[in-house]
């Protein structure tokens, strides 16, 4: 009974003392993977923000499309087939 009662008491401080560790130390190891997570995201930033300031230097009133998506094509009703209307019998 007694070795029962002891490992309550160490399991109980152990987990007090994981505690009172993880208040300490977590906002600290999130800050820093914070840090390293904005330092990567600036490096990739930073090659779209030259060719974004590279862009926008056109004169101003000037269009330009960089893009055009594909049309679709639609098929004719007159290839397509015959088509036959039904009425629903019961």
């Known amino acids: 009974m007694g070795g029962l009662l ?6 109980i401080c152990v987990l007090y003392i994981l505690r009172v560790l993880a208040r300490i130390f977590l906002p600290f190891l ?7 997570m904005q330092e990567k995201m600036q490096q990739q930033q930073g090659g779209a923000y030259q060719y974004q300031q590279q862009t926008h230097t056109k004169p101003e ?3 330009t499309v960089d893009y055009i998506p594909p049309q679709k094509k639609e098929p004719k009703l007159d290839n397509a087939g015959d088509f036959v209307d039904y009425e629903e019998v019961k």
């Open 61 to 63: 009133g000037k269009i």
């Open 6 to 11: 002891k490992f309550i008491i160490i399991t």
């Open 30 to 36: 999130f800050k820093k993977a914070i840090h390293k």
